[in-house]
C-alpha cells in the first residue's frame, strides 16, 4: 500500500510538473503571453533545467550517468531514501524530474531505434525496383551507407549541426526535454556575436552558421542527455544518405560511392545547423519578423528534401542507364521484385511512426497523437490519389507507383506533422500523392533516370512539406517557436502558435519560401561539385561492359541471386 500510495502520488506531481512549465526543445506547446514579464517573475528552479554549473571548479555538466538530473527514486541518490512520509516535496520533485527526463529518453530512443529499422525499407524498396543484376550492388549500398554515414557524423557532422544547439532561440521557460546535459553543446560561430549584461560573449549569434562543440564525442559533450541526441540525429541523418543511392543505381561505382558516404554528412549538417540547430534561418522570425523562423517538425526539408536533391544532382552528373533512352524517348526498365517494393514500403511506413512524434524528444508531450494520426492519414490518402492520377493519366495502378504515392504522402507530412489538424494532412498528403505521379514524369522526360522515383518522392514532396506548414499550420501548437512570441498574435488568437496562411499569418508562408530556395540552391550546388570533383578522384559511372553485364559479380564480387547467374563469363540472365 506504500507503494502504491507513492506510485500515485508520483503520477499527480509528474502531472503538475508537465502543466506548470518542463517544455520540450522540439515541441513548446505553450508559451507566456508576455516574454519578459513572464521572465521577471519566473521562479527559481533547480539547476538541472538550465544546465547551469554553480561551481566552475567541480561543473555538474557534461554529466556521464545522468545522476545530476534531478534523483533516482530507487536507489535514491541524495541518501533521503524513498519513504514517501520523510521526503519534503523539493525531494519528490527531484525524483519526479529525474522520471521525466527519463521518460523522454526512452521515447527518443525507441523512436530512434524505429527510424534506424526504415533503413531495411529502404534496401527493400530501392532493390526491388532495380533489375536482379544489380540486387547485391543496391542492397549493399543500402547496408554499407550506415556504418559510412555514421562515421562521418560522428567524426564531425554532429558538431557541425548541433554543437551550439543550446544557444538557439526557444520559447520562453523552456527547458530541454532530454536533461541538462544539452547545455553544453553552446559552441558555435556565426555572424553578430551575443554578450550578456556583463559584456562577455555568450555563445550565441544574432545568425548562426555552424556549431563547433561534439567532435568525436570527446570528454566535453561526455553527457547521456547529449548521447540520446547524438543518435536520434544520425538516424535522420543515415535516412538522407541512403536517398541518392535509389536515384543512381545500376551504374554507380562502388569506390566513389564509398566517397559519397564520408562526404554527405556535411551538406546535411550544415544545413540542419541552419533550421534545426539554432542557425539563421530558425531565427528568421526573431531576426526579420517572418513567422516563426523556418519550421521543419521532423525533416521533410532537412532529410527528405536535401536527400532528393542530392539524388538530383547526382543523377545528372552520372547519366542515364544504357538502354534508358532509345532515340530522346524514355523506355521503361521494370524492377525484379515488387513484392519486395510493398514489403519495404510497409516498413518505412511503420518506421515513420518513430520519425514524426519521435521528433518531440520527449514522451511527455501528448502533441505526438496528433502527429501519429497526421502522419498515418497524409500516407493513405497519398496513395489514393496517386492511384486517381494514374487512372486520370489512363494508366493502369502500377504498384510500384501506388507505394511512392504513399511514401510521398510521408515525406510530405513530415514537416508540418505536429501543426495541422487530421483534415489539413488528409490534403496535404493528396497533393502529394498527384505530385509524386506527375514529378517522376516530368523529371523523365527531361533525361533524368531516376531508378526507384527518388528525387520525386523525397526531393519534391520534401519542399511541398516545407511549404505547407506555411499554407495548413493552425496555430494550435507551437507557441513560442524558435523563441517567437508576438503580442499581436496572443491578443488576437490566445497564443502565439505556428500558423499559416490560412490561419491568419501570411509571413509564415514566406519565410517558409525562403527556406525551400535556400534548401535547393545549397544542396544542389554541394552535391554537383561534390560529384564533379569525386569524379576526378575515383570514376563516378561503372563502365558500359560493367553495367550491361550487372554490377554484383564485376563490383561487389558476389551475385544477388546466384542461381540466376551464368558463372562461365558471370553473366546475368535477369
Excluded at 513530415?414 to 506527375?438: D, R
Excluded at 507557441?479 to 512570441?485: E, F, K, L, S, Y
Amino acid at each position: 500500500m506504500t507503494e502504491m500510495r507513492w506510485i500515485r502520488g508520483a503520477l499527480v506531481l509528474l502531472v503538475a510538473l508537465t502543466v506548470i512549465g518542463v517544455r520540450v526543445a522540439s515541441a513548446a506547446d505553450e508559451a507566456p503571453a508576455g516574454g519578459a514579464a513572464a521572465a521577471a517573475a519566473a521562479p527559481q528552479l533547480p539547476a538541472y533545467f538550465s544546465g547551469a554549473n554553480a561551481d566552475p571548479a567541480k561543473p555538474s555538466w557534461p554529466d556521464p550517468t545522468g545522476a545530476a538530473a534531478g534523483v533516482w527514486a530507487a536507489p535514491a541518490g541524495d541518501g533521503k531514501g524513498d519513504t514517501p512520509a520523510t521526503l519534503t516535496p523539493t525531494d519528490l520533485y527531484d525524483r519526479i524530474a529525474h522520471n521525466l527526463y527519463s521518460i523522454n529518453m526512452v521515447w527518443a530512443l525507441v523512436t530512434g531505434f524505429l527510424v534506424m529499422f526504415m533503413q531495411a525499407g529502404f534496401m527493400f524498396v530501392e532493390t526491388g525496383l532495380c533489375r536482379a543484376k544489380n540486387a547485391a550492388h543496391t542492397s549493399a549500398m543500402n547496408f554499407m551507407i550506415y556504418p559510412l554515414g555514421c562515421l562521418a557524423f560522428w567524426t564531425y557532422g554532429f558538431a557541425f549541426g548541433w554543437g551550439n544547439w543550446f544557444n538557439g532561440p526557444v520559447a520562453p521557460g523552456w527547458y530541454s526535454s532530454l536533461g541538462p546535459g544539452t547545455a553544453v553543446l553552446n559552441g558555435g560561430i556565426g555572424l553578430g556575436a551575443a554578450v550578456d549584461a556583463a559584456g562577455a560573449a555568450t555563445g550565441a549569434y544574432t545568425y548562426g552558421l555552424l556549431g563547433t562543440k561534439g567532435f568525436f564525442l570527446t570528454g566535453v559533450v561526455n553527457d547521456v542527455s547529449v548521447m540520446a541526441l547524438f543518435f536520434f540525429m544520425m538516424v535522420f541523418m543515415d535516412t538522407t544518405a541512403t536517398i541518392p543511392t535509389g536515384a543512381m543505381a545500376e551504374r554507380w561505382a562502388w569506390n566513389n560511392f564509398f566517397l559519397y558516404g564520408l562526404w554527405v554528412a556535411l551538406p546535411y549538417c550544415i544545413y540542419a545547423n541552419w533550421v534545426w540547430g539554432g542557425g539563421w534561418l530558425a531565427q528568421g522570425g526573431v531576426n526579420w519578423g517572418l513567422g516563426h523562423g523556418a519550421v521543419d517538425f521532423a525533416g521533410s526539408g532537412v532529410v527528405h528534401g536535401m536527400g532528393g536533391i542530392i539524388g538530383l544532382a547526382g543523377a545528372i552528373v552520372i547519366g542515364p542507364r544504357i538502354g534508358k533512352y532509345v532515340h530522346g524517348k524514355p523506355q521503361a526498365i521494370p524492377g525484379h521484385d515488387i513484392p519486395m517494393v510493398v514489403l519495404g514500403t510497409f516498413i518505412l511506413a511503420f518506421g515513420w511512426f518513430g520519425f514524426n512524434p519521435g521528433s518531440t524528444l520527449a514522451g511527455t508531450d501528448l502533441r505526438i497523437s496528433f502527429i501519429v494520426v497526421n502522419t498515418m492519414l497524409a500516407s493513405i490518402t497519398a496513395a489514393i490519389a496517386a492511384h486517381v492520377t494514374l487512372q486520370f493519366k489512363g494508366l493502369k495502378p502500377d504498384p510500384s507507383m501506388l507505394c511512392n504515392g504513399m511514401l510521398a504522402g510521408l515525406v510530405a507530412i513530415t514537416a508540418p506533422c505536429a501543426f495541422v489538424n487530421p483534415v489539413g494532412a488528409g490534403i496535404i498528403g493528396a497533393i502529394a500523392g498527384v505530385l509524386v505521379v506527375y514529378s517522376v514524369f516530368f523529371f523523365e522526360a527531361r533525361g533524368v533516370d531516376d531508378c526507384v522515383g527518388a528525387i520525386s518522392v523525397h526531393g519534391v514532396n520534401g519542399l511541398w512539406g516545407v511549404l505547407s506548414v506555411g499554407i495548413f499550420a493552425t496555430g494550435e501548437y507551437g507557441a513560442g517557436w524558435n523563441g517567437v512570441v508576438r503580442d499581436e498574435m496572443v491578443k488576437a488568437y490566445g497564443s502565439d502558435g505556428v500558423r499559416g496562411l490560412l490561419y491568419g499569418d501570411w509571413s509564415q508562408f514566406f519565410m517558409q519560401g525562403i527556406d525551400c530556395i535556400v534548401l535547393a540552391v545549397f544542396a544542389f550546388t554541394m552535391a554537383f561539385v561534390w560529384f564533379k570533383v569525386s569524379n576526378l578522384i575515383t570514376p563516378i559511372r561503372v563502365s558500359a561492359e560493367t553495367e550491361m553485364e550487372g554490377l554484383d559479380g564485376p563490383e561487389m564480387g558476389a551475385h544477388g541471386y546466384p542461381d540466376f547467374a551464368i558463372h562461365s563469363g558471370s553473366k546475368m540472365v535477369a
